[in-house]
């Protein structure tokens, strides 16, 4: 048995089957629903003989099914309000130095608002179903947030969340470690941080307590140690909610923490396609052309292999570069201990308040070879055109490589 993946989204199919007068349980269309009708976004507004009516995109039907309704009829407040919103964002916008005047009672709309009204509605229904795929398909606890009130960009369209490393063909991110410590309570002598020659990297607040540079080797799936062993941070996940928003200084994406953030707290891991560093380089040279790349060079103990979060990635994928960070680089050791493919672990530098934007520098060891998906990233370290740095930084250095 075989098929075929449908790239149509459950709307677009709901739509045909409408359209067609068919029926389709698995995606919803019933004897029950077939003709049912729900105010998806409001896409214009008119005055005729003193009633108001406003032009509705109705759910699950296509387009050529907008109908004008007027106001009493429709029992969407919400929709009504974020109309008005977007109607008054457009219209009080400065245009050639002007700002426009913003008047209550027209009779219609001009062309140029009803669509940005309906590009408006549509960006914000994609970034919603984006918010709740990302929600979907993330391992921890902690929410994602996606948040857009600077343009209409919506969600990109070549991005794929994953949770760890994604491996290239040939390549082990798992070494078959079949051993573990045998405390009962962590840490001890024989734990696993003593064990690599090294000291545990938290405290008992569970927070770092090692200086940059130096490993993080936590508890592994085969420690005898319970899930809530000390030394098992990185390998639990994102601990706090996160937004992913549009910066309004040109520098595409970026996340803020929606929760306070103490010093030297586990924030988020950087993962992606783990690939050789031959095949770095060749896409390097590809993403060079296109403006954007995310290569970060595994480099702890050699530099055979990258990490590519240009398709594949998490949160961390959104995160800008500052020459002021509040995240450092951390290199983290559990289930894999070979020294050339460790995981990336980022932990505050500081107290970051809620709502303040997470950035690391782009230049620190372990994280060179960055770059973002707007002007703000960090061109690879062999790209003869200096890219300008936007952080704002009081430090700033200028350009980012």
Not at 182 to 189: F, H, L, Q, R, W
């Amino acid at each position: 048995a075989w098929y075929v993946p449908c790239l149509a989204s459950l709307e677009t199919l709901q739509e045909l089957c409408r359209k067609e007068n068919l029926r389709c349980k698995s995606i919803g269309i019933t004897n029950r629903n077939l003709k049912s009708y729900e105010v998806e976004y409001l896409c214009d507004y008119k005055v005729e003989e003193g009633t108001e009516y406003y032009l509705v995109k109705w759910k699950g039907w296509p387009e050529s099914s907008n109908t004008w309704e007027p106001q009493k009829n429709l029992k969407c407040p919400l929709l009504l309000q974020n109309f008005l919103s977007d109607k008054n964002e457009f219209l009080s916008r400065v245009r050639e130095g002007k700002a426009l005047k913003v008047r209550n009672h027209v009779k219609a709309l001009k062309p140029a608002v009803a669509d940005y009204i309906v590009k408006k509605a549509k960006q914000r229904i994609a970034l919603q179903r984006w918010k709740e795929e990302l929600n979907r398909k993330k391992n921890h606890k902690a929410m994602i947030l996606v948040e857009n009130t600077v343009d209409l960009e919506g969600p990109p369209l070549d991005f794929y969340y994953i949770n760890e490393y994604k491996p290239a063909p040939g390549i082990n991110v798992i070494n078959g470690i079949t051993t573990g410590c045998e405390c009962t309570d962590c840490p001890a002598e024989k734990c696993c941080p003593k064990e690599a020659g090294f000291i545990l990297a938290y405290n008992k607040r569970k927070k770092l307590k090692i200086q940059p540079g130096l490993p993080i080797y936590e508890c592994n799936s085969f420690c005898r140690c319970g899930p809530d062993c000390p030394n098992r941070i990185v390998q639990k996940g994102t601990p706090y909610s996160l937004c992913i928003f549009r910066t309004n200084n040109g520098r595409g994406w970026g996340v803020k923490t929606l929760q306070k953030i103490k010093t030297n707290s586990f924030v988020m891991e950087y993962v992606g396609e783990v690939i050789t560093s031959e095949e770095a380089e060749r896409r390097g040279q590809l993403y060079d052309n296109q403006g954007n790349t995310y290569l970060f060079d595994l480099d702890y103990d050699s530099d055979e292999f990258t990490v590519d979060a240009a398709r594949y990635g998490n949160v961390s994928h959104f995160v800008n570069h500052s020459c002021d960070p509040n995240l450092q680089v951390f290199n983290v050791f559990i289930d894999n201990l070979d020294l050339r493919l460790p995981r990336i672990a980022l932990f505050s530098t500081r107290t970051i308040k809620a709502g303040e934007e997470l950035t690391f520098d782009y230049q620190m060891k372990g994280s060179i070879d960055l770059t973002s998906d707007s002007a703000d990233g960090l061109s690879p370290s062999k790209k003869r055109i200096r890219t300008v740095c936007k952080c704002g930084a009081v430090c700033c250095r200028g350009y980012l490589n």
